[in-house]
């Protein structure tokens, strides 16, 4: 191949026939390189304009980043997937092993070897190469970075956090080897910006310290009535629990019985990436399990595969105490649905770059079977993403695919990002979940009863009225505040599983073109009904253990993985590349079928107003729930809030 493998596609989905396309954008034209260079199409930030330009990063500053390799024979791999995938195929489950991978799809050996020596002819050090072969990674000078790859690096402070990136198109020297510019994909790294990322939960969790779930609050649902405060909708509402535990959760989603049969996950692996790594996560989360009369973690059931002390990075810029809440609430999720099940706690260096290839490394690696990723890049934005970004998680999601993984990804917390329907210009879906290959979870409002029972649940989209002089202000619903990610890719065509699930009114809502949707299926989400985690924080009174509650689509993402851990055990074998078994299961008695309320349910919300204790008083916030004023609806059949719904009792684990 020449420098014309460098012009790649963006836009990838399969069709019923399975064939791969490119259709909604491309990177742009090749364009001449300087002094015969070979262009790296794709690898100017697109954000730059959006940024405050800090000026040169010190030549003698050291960077980090990787090469991307492409796979071999994508189209192929593509069609294996969906036979091997297709819950009807009599080659259901034959997940490849990562050999089997590697010698079909991978890059050739020889090429990464190519790769390899040249990158250490430019005066790079080779630091990883990941067993695929599919990604290098290499460390050198800025000094080095810039005349390599025909640029200047410049430090920027984009969305408030200070990255350094490119401030031109990324290109190779003209006597680059023709085995090089052939395989080369991208450049991972240089540009730190495309890749930031935050978590998926709407309250951040601790430390420092923070309490949601305050009282008065309810044990569960409309325990307690808000009598005295003001009607809304014609009636007092109740309070909000204080946030569920495990054992309701277990029985709201049909586990009881399953998990007192021994049923409870046990030989399947649950890896949660995440950035940086709590201190305290192993001993937080023993405790929280004797707390909640849940089985303690066995020796050897949760690990962590994480960075020495000094090898973070971008600790500020990436808030790495609010990372910590994140992980507790990640592995207590997943533990209170799958408590038999092992966990590994991955934990990147950064929210950048570092996260990918965590990511990345836990696919390559096999590391479990089942991977919840609950972070988002906020949009699915070609130009903000770059092309090189998106090839990247393409190629790992397929690997993932293909070898038995359950990838999942939260859908996000912005709803359609329109803010209630009123800014209809921002609408989008956030990536990664819009990936093909992964399950993109949306969050619902869950409400449970006083046995465990499920008593309803609607799709995740929250408005508030605040008390203020005796009223409920602005009037119910009020003002948007958060909900679950969903609508339709801009870059991604319809997948083989969503052919005919999901209506043309949601896959051609940007077009003629049917595109991917998202998400493919839903679990609580709101903070509202959201679950009690418990972590040590730093607290006006000193530092210790004490719980709160959170939500997002932070927790719907392990809740899910959880619930796989457990259906990968009653049907003994890894569901894993799951998404065609949903969408077979649409509208059967596998699934709750989520639909909008037919008249307002609310309820009260209670918060501290300095968020810590009563010093400053409190707060009251009426939530109406799943307001319908985006362009997000949950619907009968698929919907572009909920998905194809949420899992169902036993039908749910043991159907096929």
């Given at each position: 191949?020449?420098?014309?493998?460098?012009?790649?596609?963006?836009?990838?989905?399969?069709?019923?026939?399975?064939?791969?396309?490119?259709?909604?954008?491309?990177?742009?034209?090749?364009?001449?390189?300087?002094?015969?260079?070979?262009?790296?199409?794709?690898?100017?930030?697109?954000?730059?304009?959006?940024?405050?330009?800090?000026?040169?990063?010190?030549?003698?500053?050291?960077?980090?980043?990787?090469?991307?390799?492409?796979?071999?024979?994508?189209?192929?791999?593509?069609?294996?997937?969906?036979?091997?995938?297709?819950?009807?195929?009599?080659?259901?489950?034959?997940?490849?092993?990562?050999?089997?991978?590697?010698?079909?799809?991978?890059?050739?050996?020889?090429?990464?070897?190519?790769?390899?020596?040249?990158?250490?002819?430019?005066?790079?050090?080779?630091?990883?190469?990941?067993?695929?072969?599919m990604y290098v990674e290499a460390s050198g000078s800025v000094a080095k970075v810039e005349s390599t790859f025909g640029t200047s690096?410049?430090?920027?402070?984009?969305?408030?956090?200070?990255?350094?990136?490119?401030?031109?198109?990324?290109?190779?020297?003209?006597?680059?080897?023709?085995?090089?510019?052939?395989?080369?994909?991208?450049?991972?790294?240089?540009?730190?910006?495309?890749?930031?990322?935050?978590?998926?939960?709407?309250?951040?969790?601790?430390?420092?310290?923070?309490?949601?779930?305050?009282?008065?609050?309810?044990?569960?649902?409309?325990?307690?009535?808000?009598?005295?405060?003001?009607?809304?909708?014609?009636?007092?509402?109740?309070?909000?629990?204080?946030?569920?535990?495990?054992?309701?959760?277990?029985?709201?989603?049909?586990?009881?019985?399953?998990?007192?049969?021994?049923?409870?996950?046990?030989?399947?692996?649950?890896?949660?990436?995440?950035?940086?790594?709590?201190?305290?996560?192993?001993?937080?989360?023993?405790?929280?399990?004797?707390?909640?009369?849940?089985?303690?973690?066995?020796?050897?059931?949760?690990?962590?595969?994480?960075?020495?002390?000094?090898?973070?990075?971008?600790?500020?810029?990436?808030?790495?105490?609010?990372?910590?809440?994140?992980?507790?609430?990640?592995?207590?999720?997943?533990?209170?649905?799958?408590?038999?099940?092992?966990?590994?706690?991955?934990?990147?260096?950064?929210?950048?770059?570092?996260?990918?290839?965590?990511?990345?490394?836990?696919?390559?690696?096999?590391?479990?079977?089942?991977?919840?990723?609950?972070?988002?890049?906020?949009?699915?934005?070609?130009?903000?993403?770059?092309?090189?970004?998106?090839?990247?998680?393409?190629?790992?999601?397929?690997?993932?695919?293909?070898?038995?993984?359950?990838?999942?990804?939260?859908?996000?917390?912005?709803?359609?990002?329109?803010?209630?329907?009123?800014?209809?210009?921002?609408?989008?879906?956030?990536?990664?979940?819009?990936?093909?290959?992964?399950?993109?979870?949306?969050?619902?409002?869950?409400?449970?009863?006083?046995?465990?029972?499920?008593?309803?649940?609607?799709?995740?989209?929250?408005?508030?009225?605040?008390?203020?002089?005796?009223?409920?202000?602005?009037?119910?619903?009020?003002?948007?505040?958060?909900?679950?990610?969903?609508?339709?890719?801009?870059?991604?065509?319809?997948?083989?599983?969503?052919?005919?699930?999901?209506?043309?009114?949601?896959?051609?809502?940007?077009?003629?073109?049917?595109?991917?949707?998202?998400?493919?299926?839903?679990?609580?989400?709101?903070?509202?009904?959201?679950?009690?985690?418990?972590?040590?924080?730093?607290?006006?009174?000193?530092?210790?253990?004490?719980?709160?509650?959170?939500?997002?689509?932070?927790?719907?993402?392990?809740?899910?993985?959880?619930?796989?851990?457990?259906?990968?055990?009653?049907?003994?074998?890894?569901?894993?590349?799951?998404?065609?078994?949903?969408?077979?299961?649409?509208?059967?008695?596998?699934?709750?079928?989520?639909?909008?309320?037919?008249?307002?349910?609310?309820?009260?919300?209670?918060?501290?107003?300095?968020?810590?204790?009563?010093?400053?008083?409190?707060?009251?916030?009426?939530?109406?729930?799943?307001?319908?004023?985006?362009?997000?609806?949950?619907?009968?059949?698929?919907?572009?809030?909920?998905?194809?719904?949420?899992?169902?009792?036993?039908?749910?684990?043991?159907?096929?």
């Amino acid at each position: 191949m020449g420098s014309s493998r460098l012009v790649r596609k963006v836009a990838i989905g399969l069709l019923a026939g399975g064939t791969v396309i490119g259709l909604t954008a491309t990177a742009g034209a090749a364009t001449a390189a300087p002094q015969g260079r070979h262009p790296l199409d794709g690898s100017m930030p697109k954000w730059l304009h959006q940024a405050h330009d800090m000026g040169a990063s010190s030549t003698a500053q050291q960077m980090n980043f990787g090469i991307l390799l492409g796979m071999r024979d994508e189209s192929g791999a593509l069609a294996t997937l969906k036979t091997i995938s297709d819950p009807d195929s009599s080659s259901y489950g034959d997940w490849l092993t990562n050999a089997q991978f590697n010698a079909r799809y991978a890059p050739a050996k020889s090429s990464v070897t190519a790769v390899q020596d040249w990158l250490r002819s430019e005066g790079f050090q080779v630091t990883k190469t990941l067993p695929s072969g599919m990604y290098v990674e290499a460390s050198g000078s800025v000094a080095k970075v810039e005349s390599t790859f025909g640029t200047s690096v410049h430090n920027y402070t984009y969305l408030g956090k200070n990255v350094h990136a490119n401030n031109s198109q990324l290109s190779l020297p003209s006597g680059t080897p023709a085995a090089v510019t052939g395989a080369i994909s991208g450049v991972i790294g240089v540009d730190q910006g495309t890749a930031l990322k935050h978590t998926a939960a709407t309250e951040p969790g601790p430390p420092p310290g923070a309490r949601f779930g305050v009282q008065p609050c309810s044990a569960y649902y409309a325990q307690k009535v808000a009598s005295d405060k003001p009607v809304a909708y014609g009636k007092h509402q109740p309070y909000a629990v204080c946030g569920y535990g495990p054992q309701q959760y277990q029985a709201a989603y049909g586990e009881s019985a399953l998990l007192k049969a021994g049923i409870n996950g046990r030989g399947t692996t649950v890896a949660i990436t995440d950035a940086y790594a709590a201190p305290t996560i192993y001993q937080d989360a023993q405790k929280y399990n004797k707390v909640h009369h849940q089985p303690l973690f066995k020796p050897g059931q949760f690990s962590q595969i994480i960075p020495g002390p000094n090898d973070f990075d971008l600790i500020d810029e990436c808030g790495a105490q609010g990372w910590y809440g994140e992980e507790t609430l990640d592995v207590e999720a997943v533990h209170a649905m799958a408590p038999g099940a092992k966990v590994v706690y991955v934990g990147a260096t950064d929210c950048s770059t570092g996260l990918d290839t965590a990511w990345a490394e836990t696919i390559d690696n096999h590391v479990a079977d089942v991977i919840t990723n609950s972070w988002t890049d906020g949009t699915d934005d070609i130009t903000l993403l770059g092309t090189e970004y998106v090839e990247f998680y393409e190629q790992f999601s397929t690997e993932a695919a293909l070898t038995g993984i359950t990838v999942n990804f939260s859908s996000g917390d912005s709803g359609d990002h329109t803010a209630g329907g009123t800014d209809l210009a921002s609408k989008t879906v956030e990536f990664p979940a819009d990936l093909p290959l992964v399950t993109g979870v949306g969050g619902t409002s869950v409400f449970i009863g006083r046995h465990g029972q499920w008593l309803d649940e609607h799709g995740w989209q929250t408005s508030y009225s605040v008390l203020t002089n005796g009223a409920w202000t602005p009037a119910p619903p009020g003002d948007y505040s958060s909900g679950g990610g969903g609508g339709t890719s801009d870059l991604f065509t319809q997948p083989f599983y969503q052919a005919g699930k999901v209506p043309a009114s949601i896959s051609q809502a940007n077009g003629s073109t049917p595109m991917r949707a998202v998400p493919d299926i839903a679990m609580p989400g709101d903070p509202n009904t959201g679950f009690l985690v418990g972590e040590t924080q730093v607290f006006p009174d000193g530092t210790y253990w004490d719980q709160y509650r959170i939500g997002g689509t932070s927790l719907s993402s392990p809740m899910l993985a959880g619930v796989v851990a457990v259906a990968n055990q009653a049907h003994h074998h890894p569901l894993g590349f799951i998404n065609p078994l949903y969408y077979k299961l649409l509208g059967t008695s596998a699934l709750h079928d989520i639909v909008a309320p037919t008249s307002p349910v609310a309820q009260v919300r209670t918060e501290f107003v300095n968020g810590v204790d009563n010093s400053q008083g409190k707060l009251y916030r009426l939530q109406t729930v799943d307001v319908q004023s985006s362009t997000l609806h949950d619907t009968p059949g698929y919907d572009n809030e909920t998905g194809v719904g949420t899992p169902r009792g036993p039908a749910f684990f043991f159907r096929r």
